[in-house]
């Protein structure tokens, strides 16, 4: 009977937290226009926040920084974040500390094809902004695999659930809105495919 209990309690503070985040975010949907068509990070951080909620990511932070953050360095913005370690920062799926091995990566997605698709057929490079802003609804520096437009597959890197810490950061969707949260929690909400990329 207790256990019982304490399921309805928790259940119910799981409501009103969600019943709190929908208010945040029909208020600020409603106030967040700047006359521009994009929103503010404050309701990109309220419509994420319902997204982690409703897939069961509990434990992520939202950390505002500086405008100039990407002109700092890695140990800047480590600080900045309240980070333990550099290899924690990351920009969208891809490491800062590593570089990208697209071989790596051609491989992961000729297996995942079935050797199908010929290894020459993959093209690896960068989204141009215009494409990628259609594609993720994310302007450039502000892109987060969290809420995207269209349904992307996601990576991550390897490296990065092998950390120490179950703990790492993205962007959070506007470029100064960055998202912490843990690593297992991440990848049990949104399964991405896991891959020795850098």
């Known amino acids: 009977m207790a256990a019982l209990a304490d399921l309805e309690a928790k259940q119910s503070q799981i409501l009103d937290r969600i019943a709190q985040l929908e208010s945040r975010l029909t208020s600020a949907s409603l106030s967040s226009s700047d006359g521009s068509g994009e929103t503010t990070a404050e309701s990109t951080e309220t419509r994420l926040s319902v997204i982690l909620l409703a897939r069961g990511v509990s434990d992520f932070a939202w950390k505002r920084v500086p405008s100039d953050y990407y002109d700092q360095s890695l140990?800047?913005?480590?600080?900045?974040?309240?980070?333990?370690?550099?290899e924690q920062l990351c920009k969208t799926i891809v490491m800062y500390m590593a570089r990208l091995n697209a071989e790596s990566i051609k491989n992961f997605l000729y297996a995942l094809n079935d050797k199908k698709v010929p290894k020459k057929r993959f093209n690896m490079r960068l989204a141009p902004e215009d494409e990628s802003l259609k594609l993720t609804g994310f302007i450039h520096n502000a892109v987060t695999c969290i809420g995207m437009r269209t349904d992307i597959p996601v990576i991550i890197d390897e490296a990065i659930t092998k950390l120490e810490e179950d703990y790492f950061w993205l962007g959070g969707g506007d470029v100064d809105l960055k998202l912490g949260m843990k690593t297992s929690?991440?990848?049990?909400a949104f399964r991405p495919f896991v891959v020795k990329c850098s």
């Open 75 to 86: 140990e800047y913005r480590r600080q900045i974040l309240a980070a333990s370690r550099i």
């Open 185 to 188: 929690q991440f990848l049990t």
